[in-house]
């Protein structure tokens, strides 16, 4: 951020470097460090040229730290909203298998069940100290094009379960639009990519492929061990789990202990029906 002038220089990566990161790659060389100013400040009170109170959350979780306080690290996912007049916005996430899913790897004709769930986030900011997730319903689901055109697909019900199908091969964006009951909600998102049709045996072929091929190294000097979340063939999806999550993260966060332990990390590997570990 400060490369453009916005805010001061800071050992680490913040938030406001994310949100800056982000104006560049969508303004391109119209966002130089003449004209930053011109769409983002470093209170975020203006972003993407518009004017506002805004606020972040981090992996889904409210940060209460000033954007250019806040770090960040490889993998995290900041989320950048502006708050509705009422301030009683709520955050928004779709959930699979009670937890927050960022990524989706399908394949055509294949039906997914997600639930979307949010919190109150000035509830967060006041009298309360956790977040209350609460499922959300009323939402509308559906796909947006990078013109930000949105296609509907279903709608959340009572209990804030969707199922929704993608019958084409390629990359989409899954979002929610529209209030829950008077609830203003900052959208839910996640990544799709969905594979061709393939057979059992093409899918037990591609995980058994993967399986072999995957590898991770770790040399000790970082704190971020790279997870892959799908396999090297792009056919298979790829989740992981840790037998010490305090000392290695499923994400493949690493908090460094006093002394040495040993972490098993576990591949979960997936595509279709067929599935292995390693």
């Not at 951020?1 to 119209?30: F, M, N, R």
């Not at 094009?145 to 019958?167: I, Q, S």
């Not at 000790?220 to 997870?227: D, E, F, M, Q």
């Not at 999550?245 to 493949?252: A, I, N, R, S, Y």
Request: hydrophobic share 35%; aromatic share 10%; glycine share 10%.
């Amino acid at each position: 951020a400060a490369e453009y002038g916005i805010g001061e220089a800071s050992s680490s990566p913040t938030v406001l470097d994310a949100v800056v990161a982000a104006h560049k790659q969508k303004y391109g060389d119209s966002f130089t460090k003449d004209s930053a100013d011109e769409f983002v400040d470093s209170s975020l009170t203006k972003a993407f040229g518009d004017s506002g109170y805004n606020g972040h959350i981090i992996n889904g979780h409210y940060s209460s730290d000033y954007a250019s306080q806040a770090t960040v690290s490889g993998g995290d996912a900041v989320d950048v909203f502006t708050y509705d007049n009422s301030y009683g916005d709520c955050y928004a996430a779709f959930y699979q298998n009670d937890k927050i899913c960022r990524e989706l790897f399908v394949t055509a004709g294949e039906s997914i069940t997600l639930k979307v769930k949010g919190f109150y986030i000035m509830g967060v900011m006041g009298a309360y100290t956790e977040e209350n997730w609460e499922a959300l319903n009323d939402l509308k689901i559906g796909t947006v094009n990078d013109r930000m055109e949105f296609t509907e697909l279903a709608a959340t019900g009572a209990n804030g379960e969707v199922t929704v199908t993608f019958d084409k091969k390629g990359e989409y964006t899954l979002v929610s639009k529209g209030k829950s009951g008077t609830k203003p909600i900052v959208p839910a998102w996640c990544k799709v990519k969905v594979a061709e049709g393939l057979s059992a045996e093409e899918q037990q072929k591609y995980v058994a492929e993967d399986k072999e091929a995957l590898s991770v190294n770790y040399d000790g000097s970082s704190n971020k061990i790279a997870l892959p979340a799908a396999g090297k063939s792009g056919q298979t999806k790829i989740s992981w789990t840790s037998d010490m999550p305090d000392v290695v993260t499923e994400k493949g966060n690493v908090i460094k202990p006093l002394e040495v332990k040993q972490v098993t990390l576990t591949a979960s590997i997936s595509c279709g029906e067929a599935s292995d570990t390693k």
